[in-house]
């Protein structure tokens, strides 16, 4: 009998549905980068699991050897994706115009329980003379196609030289629009999940200066990996554009835009992006054009004569470089709230003009617009070491298993299929896209490296995770002490039933995943990558948690951090409930993000609550009436003594603004 899809609540307080079951350019050798939702990555030195950076007063400190990663021949299996050449036509031989074909690819593509979701590229130069566009055949928007390069220097996208569609910078064109459904005119709205771009190039060709790249519109659960967005020189509006409402969340990550008038441009005041590893080269305006949005970044390089930055909103940057500045101008421009650390300039005149006042990175690494908050008298922010995510090797396709003659288009048990793919010796073990029914835990061997999902859901309600259960859907097997990851996968399941338990001292690596019920427990060391949902997260002490893009959204405590070391860069919360309650000597750090709780909060809920524990907090609230805002912001209990952060009075406006608040004792 079919399952009810859940229904949860949207940002305007409106019942949605999440997702169901589904279903040359320019190229530079130093900029390598390698998508990492999957097995298909390769291995560099010196970076991975036990690497880390930490503060050195903005000297530096982010080597661009350290952040390269080469494109690779992703492995996609021919049952998890449909083909563009092989099923629609397109030819990918940089002569023939290909729109018709992958626009039809995107069409059938479309929807939330469409198994057809993952479009797959082969390695070609295809052809492009107007917007791809996520519509259906019958013109209607629509959510939840992913576009996957086979290789990210070699799959290519490249806009016919001179178009007229593209002319006019006035009245710009996207290369590729992404949407939502129950969507605006121009596709823009909240509910535009899971939609993805990964390894591929997009080349907005020759005059053609009214062209964007990508116009980029996800909520929850979206990215864009590994992915080059470039514009010959004069050419180009746009390279990455998120100016629609409402973009994010959702997770920028190994992407370069070179060339554009503007990299990057963020507007609509919701709901936040992530950046890791983002690089900005010769643009005529501005590296990142942020009107009014949050804006979460680590490890940005930019390459600019023109301001790296300029900032209307929220921004909360780390860990990155802004070079080869003019002596006229300053690297950023801001107008409203910013916090820095460890961020270096090359060239300019200086790091900030800060409302008009001109000003340099200070003595201890960290530039705040307003001065750091803080009940416990500490100055300067907690600045946890990162380590860097792992990187799986890259498999090639006979080291992959999948689920054989089982069916994801039926409601038939799974669990045999799954298992037997997990037994089978191989590193690499795939789902398909659909629903994926099971009746008890799987265990997952050492012979396992990565389980890549495309989009299949699990559901988990029956058998052994049937009523008020604690049994974990995916059991990783101690003692073993390497990395597996686990990505692309969305999971329904029974409150009490624990998505992933680790019995072994390796790191786990979760991407792109929608957690179902209780995420994780176990293990030491975890890292998240564009995750959402959850019924609560509770760590405890010996467990590291990093995460990037990260979207909890249930109405109670978000986070429960007893004694754990959790570090995150990108936050995301709808719900009445506290984001983060830290107890028992924990360690919680949050780099940007913007909490919405689209809804009211009780009187005395905090949004942060922290007892005998560090915490150091960079983050904006959004709040439609005073009684949908935290007050107090913060709780802070020292020995027995609590003491209170309460929001700021402004009148009109019932949100706040943080760019550093702190904690020690």
């Known amino acids: 009998?079919?399952?009810?899809?859940?229904?949860?609540?949207?940002?305007?307080?409106?019942?949605?549905?999440?997702?169901?079951?589904?279903?040359?350019?320019?190229?530079?050798?130093?900029?390598?980068?390698?998508?990492?939702?999957?097995?298909?990555?390769?291995?560099?030195?010196?970076?991975?699991?036990?690497?880390?950076?930490?503060?050195?007063?903005?000297?530096?400190?982010?080597?661009?050897?350290?952040?390269?990663?080469?494109?690779?021949?992703?492995?996609?299996?021919?049952?998890?994706?449909?083909?563009?050449?092989?099923?629609?036509?397109?030819?990918?031989?940089?002569?023939?115009?290909?729109?018709?074909?992958?626009?039809?690819?995107?069409?059938?593509?479309?929807?939330?329980?469409?198994?057809?979701?993952?479009?797959?590229?082969?390695?070609?130069?295809?052809?492009?003379?107007k917007p791809l566009e996520w519509k259906l055949s019958n013109g209607t928007w629509e959510t939840g196609a992913d576009l996957i390069g086979q290789n990210r220097d070699n799959t290519i996208l490249k806009l016919r030289d001179g178009d007229r569609r593209f002319g006019s910078p006035s009245a710009p064109s996207s290369m590729i629009v992404t949407a939502s459904q129950n969507a605006a005119a121009d596709g823009g709205g909240n509910q535009a999940f899971n939609n993805f771009i990964f390894d591929l190039t997009i080349d907005v060709g020759l005059n053609n200066p009214g062209a964007n790249g990508i116009d980029y519109i996800a909520n929850n659960r979206g990215a864009i990996r590994?992915?080059?967005?470039?514009?010959?020189?004069?050419?180009?509006?746009?390279?990455?554009?998120?100016?629609?409402?409402?973009?994010?969340?959702?997770?920028?990550?190994?992407?370069?835009?070179?060339?554009?008038?503007?990299g990057v441009l963020m507007a609509a005041g919701q709901y936040g992006i992530t950046f890791e590893n983002l690089r900005l080269?010769?643009?005529?305006?501005?590296?990142?054009?942020?009107?009014?949005?949050?804006?979460?970044?680590?490890?940005?390089?930019?390459?600019?004569?023109?301001?790296?930055?300029?900032?209307?909103?929220?921004i909360t940057l780390v860990e990155s470089e802004l070079?080869?500045?003019?002596?006229?101008?300053?690297?950023?421009?801001?107008?409203?709230?910013?916090?820095?650390?460890?961020?270096?300039?090359?060239?300019?005149?200086?790091?900030?003009?800060?409302?008009?006042?001109?000003?340099?990175?200070?003595?201890?690494?960290?530039?705040?617009?307003?001065?750091?908050?803080?009940?416990?008298?500490?100055?300067?922010?907690?600045?946890?070491?990162?380590?860097?995510?792992?990187?799986?090797?890259?498999?090639?396709?006979?080291?992959?298993?999948?689920?054989?003659?089982?069916?994801?288009?039926?409601?038939?048990?799974?669990?045999?299929?799954?298992?037997?793919?997990?037994?089978?010796?191989?590193?690499?073990?795939y789902l398909r896209p659909g629903q994926i029914v099971l009746s008890k835990t799987l265990e997952i061997p050492d012979t396992v490296k990565a389980?890549?999902?495309?989009?299949?859901?699990?559901?988990?309600?029956?058998?052994?995770?049937?009523?008020?259960?604690?049994?974990?859907?995916?059991?990783?097997?101690?003692?073993?002490?390497?990395?597996?990851?686990?990505?692309?996968?969305?999971?329904?399941?029974?409150?009490?039933?624990?998505?992933?338990?680790?019995?072994?001292?390796?790191?786990?690596?979760?991407?792109?995943?929608?957690?179902?019920a209780l995420a994780l427990r176990g293990g030491n060391t975890w890292f998240l990558d564009d995750v959402e949902g959850g019924a609560g997260w509770n760590l405890t002490t010996g467990q590291h948690v990093y995460a990037r893009q990260f979207n909890p959204e249930q109405a109670t405590t978000k986070v429960v951090n007893d004694g754990a070391t959790v570090w995150i860069l990108g936050i995301k919360t709808e719900g009445a409930g506290t984001v983060v309650d830290s107890r028992n000597g924990a360690s919680t750090e949050v780099l940007g993000g913007l909490l919405y709780p689209a809804t009211v909060v009780p009187a005395g809920t905090p949004a942060f609550r922290s007892a005998d524990s560090k915490q150091s907090l960079s983050f904006s609230v959004g709040a439609d009436a005073a009684a949908n805002r935290y007050d107090p912001l913060i709780s802070t209990t020292i020995t027995g003594r609590t003491m209170l952060l309460r929001p700021p009075a402004e009148p009109g406006r019932f949100g706040s603004t943080v760019p550093l608040y702190a904690d020690g004792f």
């Open 451 to 516: 389980i890549v999902g495309y989009e299949g859901f699990i559901y988990a309600t029956a058998g052994q995770f049937a009523g008020a259960t604690k049994a974990p859907i995916f059991r990783i097997r101690g003692p073993r002490t390497d990395h597996i990851e686990i990505s692309y996968l969305g999971f329904r399941a029974n409150p009490g039933v624990v998505d992933f338990e680790n019995l072994g001292t390796g790191t786990v690596t979760l991407r792109d995943i929608h957690v179902g």
């Open 281 to 314: 080269s010769d643009q005529r305006v501005t590296g990142i054009d942020n009107t009014n949005n949050v804006l979460s970044a680590r490890r940005l390089i930019s390459r600019n004569s023109v301001p790296a930055i300029i900032n209307g909103g929220e």
């Open 226 to 262: 590994n992915v080059v967005i470039t514009a010959p020189m004069g050419s180009g509006n746009t390279g990455l554009s998120m100016a629609r409402k409402w973009p994010g969340p959702a997770m920028i990550e190994d992407v370069a835009v070179r060339g554009f008038s503007r």
């Open 1 to 129: 009998m079919p399952l009810s899809p859940k229904c949860f609540r949207c940002r305007r307080g409106h019942a949605r549905k999440m997702k169901l079951p589904p279903t040359h350019g320019w190229v530079i050798a130093s900029l390598a980068m390698c998508i990492l939702i999957s097995a298909c990555t390769t291995q560099i030195a010196g970076v991975g699991a036990g690497k880390t950076y930490s503060g050195n007063g903005g000297r530096g400190l982010v080597p661009s050897s350290l952040i390269d990663r080469p494109a690779v021949d992703r492995v996609v299996p021919a049952d998890a994706a449909i083909n563009v050449k092989t099923q629609f036509g397109a030819k990918g031989d940089g002569t023939t115009d290909d729109t018709a074909a992958i626009q039809a690819a995107i069409s059938s593509g479309l929807g939330l329980a469409n198994p057809k979701s993952n479009i797959y590229f082969p390695s070609g130069t295809y052809i492009i003379s």
């Open 323 to 429: 070079l080869d500045g003019s002596v006229e101008a300053s690297a950023i421009n801001n107008q409203k709230m910013i916090f820095l650390r460890n961020v270096s300039v090359g060239g300019y005149r200086a790091l900030i003009n800060d409302r008009g006042t001109v000003k340099n990175m200070p003595a201890n690494g960290e530039y705040s617009s307003s001065p750091p908050l803080s009940l416990t008298g500490t100055t300067r922010s907690l600045s946890l070491p990162i380590p860097e995510t792992p990187v799986v090797p890259n498999f090639p396709a006979s080291a992959w298993a999948g689920l054989g003659s089982a069916s994801t288009t039926d409601w038939v048990d799974d669990t045999a299929a799954l298992q037997a793919a997990l037994n089978s010796g191989k590193p690499v073990v």
